[in-house]
């Protein structure tokens, strides 16, 4: 069974950092695509940061140059590193594995910026 935690939200202010955590089981953790998604008050979930099996990496441009995502597989676990935060950064974000095509959810960790 996949499972996906998060951790590691809070608040912060503006330009302030966060470090999100998302510890993984019930997968071959190394071999699957790991994102960070974002959803905002009244607005869909987005996808921020994104990394792949080889450790390949993809961000959303509003977080380019303030964000770095990356893994650890002896450890399961995938980070998502936040620097300079804004408030339009505020919201849970969420851990996600894409296993042959769908995507496996965490609860959740809840961002909030202050301006």
């Known amino acids: 069974q996949v499972h996906l935690v998060e951790s590691g939200g809070g608040l912060v202010q503006a330009g302030g950092s966060l470090r999100l955590s998302c510890a993984a089981s019930?997968?071959?953790?190394?071999?699957?695509?790991l994102g960070w998604y974002r959803q905002a008050p009244g607005k869909e979930r987005e996808l921020v940061a994104g990394?792949?099996?080889?450790?390949?990496?993809n961000y959303e441009d509003s977080v380019k140059g303030r964000f770095t995502v990356s893994r650890d597989n002896d450890k399961n676990t995938v980070y998502l590193q936040m620097d300079s935060l804004k408030s339009e950064d505020t919201g849970v974000y969420y851990c996600a594995a894409v296993l042959r095509g769908r995507h496996y959810w965490g609860q959740g960790t809840q961002v909030t910026v202050s301006s």
């Open positions: 019930g997968f071959i953790f190394s071999r699957n695509f």
């Open positions: 990394i792949t099996g080889e450790s390949s990496t």
